[in-house]
Nanobody
Framework: QVQLVESGGGLVQAGGSLRLSCVAS????????MGWFRQAPGQEREFVAALSWNGINTYYADSVKGRFTISRDNAKNLLFLQMNSLKPEDSAVYSCAVSRYGDTINGDRQDYYPYWGQGTQVTVSS
C-alpha cells in the first residue's frame, strides 16, 4: 500500500509564501513521478505540478508557472511544493499524488495517479 500525507498548509497573506510537504510510504514510490493537485470550493480538482522520479523533469500548470516550484527528496520519500507570490485564487485544498509512470508525460491527467493523499488546506488572504 502507498500512503501519502500532506502538511504545510495554512493561512498566508497575498504575496507571501508557503512550502507544502508530502511524505509517501513505500520505497517503490521513489521510482515514480509525483504531482500536486488542488481543489477550491465549488470547483473541480485541477492539476498544479508534476515531477519525474529522478527530480529532473517538471510540468506546471500555466496558472502557477514561475511562482511554484515542485521538488522531491527520494531518500526521505518526500515531495515538496514551494509556493511564492501567492494569490487569493490559489486558496484550495492541495493534494499530492503518485503516478503510475516514472516521467511527467501526461502528468496533468488525474487518471495517471492511482494514489492520493487527503490534502492540506491553503488559504491566501487579500
Amino acid at each position: 500500500q502507498v500512503q501519502l500525507v500532506e502538511s504545510g498548509g495554512g493561512l498566508v497573506q497575498a504575496g507571501g509564501s508557503l512550502r507544502l510537504s508530502c511524505v509517501a510510504s513505500g520505497e517503490s514510490s521513489s521510482l515514480l513521478a509525483m504531482g500536486w493537485f488542488r481543489q477550491a470550493p465549488g470547483q473541480e480538482r485541477e492539476f498544479v505540478a508534476a515531477l519525474s522520479w529522478n527530480g529532473i523533469n517538471t510540468y506546471y500548470a500555466d496558472s502557477v508557472k514561475g511562482r511554484f516550484t515542485i521538488s522531491r527528496d527520494n531518500a526521505k520519500n518526500l515531495l515538496f511544493l514551494q509556493m511564492n507570490s501567492l494569490k487569493p485564487e490559489d486558496s484550495a485544498v492541495y493534494s499530492c499524488a503518485v503516478s503510475r509512470y516514472g516521467d511527467t508525460i501526461n502528468g496533468d491527467r488525474q487518471d495517471y495517479y492511482p494514489y492520493w493523499g487527503q490534502g492540506t488546506q491553503v488559504t491566501v488572504s487579500s
